[in-house]
């Protein structure tokens, strides 16, 4: 055993995030039953403990703010808070990925469901009653078995985190680890939420009574899922090219889709794989993978194209940068990429190249993506809002199943059920991470669209500037940050709105 050191803690942090990393996509894409996450944690026990934590915390505290080592010893003790939290909590994590591959929703009228699919069957079911009662009976096998295992989750990373005396409670010790203001953005989307109640109410009962043929009040969150699947568009967006096409536009703007071999691309149907789409790096930038388990049509293609922004990110790093800049940061930078890449589907020139989509129903399309737009937004506020509570403490466990309700109810419009309390959360403020994101791409796309046009997707010049502008840096900076050198602009929500208005002109 060898005395720990920065550097010691950078070598074998890589190598056991490598080794998590491949356990987790062998398990997500349906190649192994579980991920053995346990073992792992056992043998790399000497970098996550209560002495790796100390030397970094004490780097990080002797680091002047404006130094060089600050931002780097800022992610690794990020990384140490996480990774003491997660082997607290891995029994309880393999717990919950197994039963989650296992779980079966029984039928009312007989007959059962894999978990796994519930939420593409939500969205496909064109039958409302049939749909409800699935939704239902979800939501019962959900508060009986897989509520208490978040909340215990919660509960306990609370603990752990509020232990470790970093801050003055869980917030405080985010902001201080991820070097922005979760109070700050929650009142960014109070704000939000304030200046968009209008447009939002206005074209609500619309959507819902044109599209669902229901009355809007009674709408339920699966009925949004059935909204947002809008098959009426699927046609426009075939199975067959979505990846030639895709890849087509890569080209044209002068990136090689696949980095010469570092992403692998697993895109076929297989049992065990997980609904959503995922992107899975698994050595930085040597072998990334993208899966996605189709289930056809316009969110096909739009899944591809945000995991396929994450995954050239990550296959475009610069090897040389260290382990906590390829593998730690600000995840709003790696998300925005990926929001670059799918918001292309908002832009009517793009459409009209890639998509198969008739020249006539594209406005029709982008008003539609724009509602769509807007429910996500309003969503995710709501939702960062409620986390803050649910990890500040100020309101009582048992107390937020009706706020959650509440918030989301009075943001969205849909009727939300109060069994997704804890399910229905992205740990450790994920949220954040997205909405600052979505804030982020909004300013890349206005960046790009002053250099190379507004067709910049397919300019031979803009593909290279992305490459060693953005992805070539890893997540070095913050988003903020990132947002001040390329733009010289700060992140907020003023082009989004702009954006949502002119979709729904
Ligand atoms: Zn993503």
Not at 18 to 29: C, F, G, K
Not at 70 to 82: G, T
Not at 258 to 281: H, L, M, Q, W, Y
Not at 388 to 407: E, F, K, N, R
Request: charged share 25%; net charge negative.
């Amino acid at each position: 055993m060898s005395t720990l050191s920065i550097d010691r803690l950078r070598h074998e942090g890589q190598a056991f995030t490598e080794a998590i990393s491949r356990e987790y996509y062998l398990a997500h894409s349906g190649l192994k039953a579980t991920a053995e996450l346990t073992p792992l944690y056992e043998q790399y026990a000497e970098i996550m403990t209560e002495e790796s934590l100390a030397l970094v915390l004490d780097a990080f505290r002797a680091a002047a703010p404006d130094s060089e080592e600050y931002p780097s010893l800022r992610q690794l003790l990020d990384w140490q808070v996480e990774s003491q939290a997660s082997r607290e909590l891995a029994e309880l994590d393999e717990r919950e990925i197994a039963w989650e591959s296992e779980a079966m929703i029984a039928l009312p009228g007989g007959g059962a469901v894999p978990f796994q699919r519930a939420s593409i069957d939500l969205a496909n079911s064109t039958d409302r009653a049939e749909r409800l009662a699935l939704d239902q009976a979800r939501a019962r096998l959900v508060r009986a078995e897989l509520a208490p295992i978040r909340l215990e989750h919660f509960q306990r990373e609370r603990e752990i985190t509020e232990e470790l005396d970093l801050a003055d409670g869980y917030n405080a010790t985010f902001d201080l680890l991820a070097g922005f203001s979760l109070l700050e953005l929650r009142a960014e989307c109070e704000q939000f939420l304030r200046d968009t109640r209008p447009i939002w109410d206005d074209v609500y009962p619309e959507f819902v009574k044109r599209e669902l043929g229901i009355v809007p009040a009674e709408a339920t969150r699966a009925d949004a899922l059935a909204l947002m699947r809008a098959r009426v568009f699927d046609g426009g967006f075939p199975s067959a090219t979505m990846e030639t096409r895709i890849l087509d536009q890569v080209r044209e703007m002068g990136i090689v889709p696949d980095a010469d071999g570092r992403v692998i691309f697993d895109t076929g149907n297989r049992e065990g794989k997980r609904a959503r789409a995922f992107c899975s790096p698994v050595r930085v930038p040597e072998e990334v993978y993208l899966v996605l388990r189709p289930h056809g049509g316009q969110n096909d293609w739009n899944t591809f194209l945000h995991e396929l922004g994450h995954a050239l990110h990550f296959a475009y790093m610069r090897p040389d940068l260290p382990f906590e800049y390829r593998w730690l940061g600000d995840n709003s930078i790696t998300e925005g990429y990926a929001m670059l890449f799918d918001h292309r589907m908002q832009d009517p020139r793009w459409l009209a190249r890639y998509a198969s989509l008739p020249r006539a129903d594209i406005p029709r399309f982008l008003r539609s993506a724009g509602f769509e737009e807007l429910q996500f937004l309003r969503r995710y506020c709501a939702k960062l809002i409620y986390e803050t509570h649910l990890y500040s403490g100020d309101v009582a466990w048992s107390a937020l199943p009706d706020l959650y309700v509440q918030l989301l109810n009075d943001a969205t419009t849909f009727r939300y059920d109060p069994a997704d309390a804890f399910v229905d959360v992205d740990p450790r403020y994920y949220a954040a991470r997205y909405l600052r994101a979505w804030q982020l791409q909004a300013l890349l796309n206005e960046t790009l669209t002053e250099r190379f046009n507004d067709d910049w997707w397919r300019n031979p010049s803009a593909g290279p500037w992305i490459v060693n502008e953005l992805f070539a840096h890893g997540q070095r900076e913050l988003a903020h940050e990132q947002a001040a050198r390329v733009s010289n602009k700060s992140l907020s929500f003023a082009p989004l709105v702009r954006s949502v208005e002119r979709l729904l002109g």
